[in-house]
T-cell receptor
């Protein structure tokens, strides 16, 4: 049982380049989330999904797109990377069934640097 | 804007001492959770307290919740070097959590 995995672990992009971060979970969770973590800012929600084929915006969605084509995968895309998107990105998942909905399982993070 | 604000931002104590960190939030909540993050790692769920609960224990952890003051505290008793980490509170909104900025705890051996 791998839990939540993220690919890649590290990436350096030049301004204007695009990339996709992959999150995969093997716990059959319905809910999945993408966060970014910046120094002194805590975690901020970018986008989330409550089920396959559905996505919704979080606090800081601008510059990002997401897709949830399969229940176990949640992809985060940067179409034209900017230095302001330099951050550590975390994926998380949780069950739809209360009370387990409230417990999020986090991946190890992807450290992205945009130069 | 951040729903949860932890206090203090950083805390350094000796092994064996107790560590207390606080969280304040702004809106009504259904529940509040505490998470731990070791350096370079993802967050790990520690404990959940519901809005109708005032205190909850789990091992060396004690969480209190005061909904009238919109605040919560996390107490770690008999701290160990392995407790060195950042601790975040998170309040539950619709389908999602809002996380605070965290308290960095350092336990000195």
């Amino acid at each position: 049982n791998a839990g939540v995995t993220q690919t890649p672990k590290f990436r350096v992009l030049k301004t204007g380049q695009s990339m996709t971060l992959l999150c995969a979970q093997d716990m059959n969770h319905e809910y999945m989330y993408w966060y970014r973590q910046d120094p002194g800012m805590g975690l901020r929600l970018i986008h989330y999904s409550v089920g396959e084929g559905t996505t919704a915006k979080g606090e800081v969605p601008d510059g990002y797109n997401v897709s949830r084509l399969k229940k176990q995968n949640f992809l985060l895309g940067l179409e034209s990377a900017a230095p302001s998107q330099t951050s550590v990105y975390f994926c998380a998942s949780s069950s739809r069934d209360l009370p387990r909905t409230y417990e999020q399982y986090f991946g190890p993070g992807t450290r992205l640097t945009v130069t | 804007s951040q729903q949860g604000e932890e206090d203090p931002q950083a805390l350094s104590i000796q092994e064996g001492e107790n560590a207390t960190m606080n969280c304040s939030y702004k809106t009504s909540i259904n529940n509040l959770q505490w998470y731990r993050q070791n350096s370079g790692r993802g967050l790990v769920h520690l404990i959940l307290i519901r809005s109708n609960e005032r205190e909850k224990h789990s091992g060396r952890l004690r969480v209190t919740l005061d909904t009238s003051k919109k605040s919560s505290s996390l107490l770690i008793t008999a701290s160990r070097a392995a407790d060195t980490a950042s601790y975040f509170c998170a309040t539950w909104g619709t389908y999602k959590y809002i996380f605070g900025t965290g308290t960095r705890l350092k336990v000195l051996a």
